[in-house]
């Protein structure tokens, strides 16, 4: 295929953490050949005996694990999902997305990969360092998401007197400050959570003195009776 191509296998420079002979790779159902994988920290990348071969780099790898699965495929193997395109396919992509609607836009392009080491047992390994090598190449709008973009407080600026101070009330000040729809407002939503904590206290719109109990010191105690084998077999997702 055409996106193969020739370069230096990586090295302990670029952390080599596992190197898998004699492993034949798969790119959506079309054998590569067999050659050597090699996942380092950097990338995971794969030469066939003649030198040619690919990389994959971490930040667009969605998915690896572990396939067992001989209905799926007839060998055990290290399974990986690639954001991108690769071989005829990125060629075929192309002049597909000229013709495709700008809705389509969000859609991304997948590939899967199956790297099948002639030696099975060496699968665990594999994975151990995919895990690892992940790891160290964390996706960048996560890291995003827990910035903070509210206004910065300026402690320096403060103290020299400079910028608005910001002012902190206790409950019974707030209240002082409301304005007169404030405080209906809040005296509704107040009413109203307390008619739904009340509510939790009903069964069929009747109060009951087991229920009473049931909610002693704000502890909800489950006085029901287990049936036998109710959920013995349940799966729980976690």
Same mark, same amino acid.
């Given at each position: ?6 370069f $230096?296998?990586?090295g302990?420079? %670029?952390g #080599?953490?596992?190197?898998?002979p004699?492993?034949?790779a ?9 050659? +050597?994988?090699? &996942?380092a920290?950097s990338?995971? *990348?794969?030469l066939?005996g003649?030198?040619l071969? @690919?990389?994959?780099?971490? $930040?667009? &790898?969605s998915l690896h694990?572990?396939?067992r =699965?001989?209905?799926a495929? $007839? ?5 990986v999902m690639?954001?991108?395109? @690769?071989?005829?396919?990125?060629? %075929? *992509? /192309?002049?597909?997305e000229?013709?495709e609607?700008?809705?389509d836009? !969000?859609?991304e392009p997948i590939?899967e990969?199956? @790297?099948?080491p002639?030696?099975?047992s060496?699968? %665990?390994a594999?994975? +151990?360092?995919?895990?690892?090598c992940?790891? #160290?190449?964390p996706d960048?709008?996560?890291? =995003?998401?827990?910035d903070?973009d509210?206004e910065e407080? =300026? ?9 608005? &101070?910001?002012?902190?009330y206790?409950?019974? %000040?707030?209240?002082s400050? #409301?304005?007169?729809e404030?405080?209906a407002?809040?005296?509704r939503l107040?009413?109203? #959570?307390?008619?739904?904590v ?7 719109? /009747?109060?009951?003195?087991d *229920? &009473?109990?049931?909610?002693e =010191? ?5 006085s029901t009776?287990?049936?036998?084998g109710? @959920?013995? !077999?349940?799966?729980v !997702?976690?």
């Open positions: 295929m055409s996106f193969l191509k020739s $230096p296998p990586p302990s420079a %670029e #080599l953490r596992q190197q898998q004699d492993t034949e798969v790119l959506n159902g079309k054998g590569l050949g067999t050659g +050597t994988l090699y &996942i920290e990338r995971l *990348s794969w066939d003649s030198g071969g @690919f990389s994959l780099e971490y $930040p667009t &790898i694990a572990v396939s =699965d001989l209905h495929y $007839p060998r055990e193997h290290l399974y690639v954001n991108a395109k @690769f071989g005829e396919e990125s060629k %075929e *992509s /192309v002049a597909d000229e013709e609607d700008s809705d836009d !969000d859609v590939a990969f199956r @790297f099948v002639s030696d099975k060496a699968l %665990e594999m994975f +151990t360092a995919m895990c690892e992940q790891a #160290l190449h960048p709008e996560d890291e =995003d998401s827990d903070y509210g407080y =300026d402690v320096e600026a403060h103290e020299q007197g400079q910028g608005d &101070i910001p002012t902190f206790t409950y019974e %000040e707030g209240l400050h #409301l304005t007169a404030g405080q407002t809040l005296e107040e009413g109203m #959570l307390s008619q739904s009340s509510s939790q206290y009903n069964m069929a719109g /009747v109060r009951t003195e *229920s &009473i109990r049931d909610y =010191d704000g502890m909800e105690i489950d009776p287990t049936v036998a109710q @959920f013995e !077999d349940a799966d !997702d976690h």
